[in-house]
């Protein structure tokens, strides 16, 4: 993948407010489950879900089974390539 291809893929996983808030809550919390990401959005558990399976289809975030739940975190690393990228745009 081109980065300006990786830059667009990253750019259409961010593309939308409740993916935004998202990232936002997982970078000042470090790391939450789901219902706890359901609770701050006014979105329906399974619009939750879509937005997160986005983030984590595009590298952004990172999803481990704790037990029934799946508890979600930023991948800083890709988010600091999404930054270089635009950057150099």
Same mark, same amino acid.
């Given at each position: 993948?081109?980065? &300006? @291809?990786?830059? *667009? *893929? =990253? !750019? ?8 935004? *808030?998202? =990232?936002?809550? =997982?970078? @000042?919390? &470090?790391?939450?489950? !789901?219902?706890?990401?359901? +609770?701050? %959005?006014? =979105?329906? @558990? +399974?619009?939750?879900? @879509?937005? $997160?399976?986005? #983030?984590?289809? /595009?590298? $952004? ?9 799946? !508890?979600? !975190?930023?991948?800083?690393?890709? %988010? /600091?390539? $999404?930054?270089? %990228?635009?950057? *150099? #745009?």
């Amino acid at each position: 993948m081109t980065q &300006d @291809q990786t830059l *667009a *893929a =990253l !750019c259409k996983a961010v593309g939308h407010p409740a993916r935004v *808030a998202i =990232l936002r809550h =997982l970078l @000042q919390v &470090d790391r939450c489950i !789901c219902g706890d990401i359901v +609770s701050i %959005l006014p =979105l329906a @558990q +399974s619009t939750v879900s @879509q937005h $997160l399976k986005q #983030l984590k289809e /595009a590298g $952004l975030i990172r999803g481990e089974i704790e037990g029934p739940r799946i !508890c979600y !975190c930023a991948d800083k690393d890709r %988010l /600091a390539e $999404l930054k270089t %990228l635009i950057t *150099a #745009l």
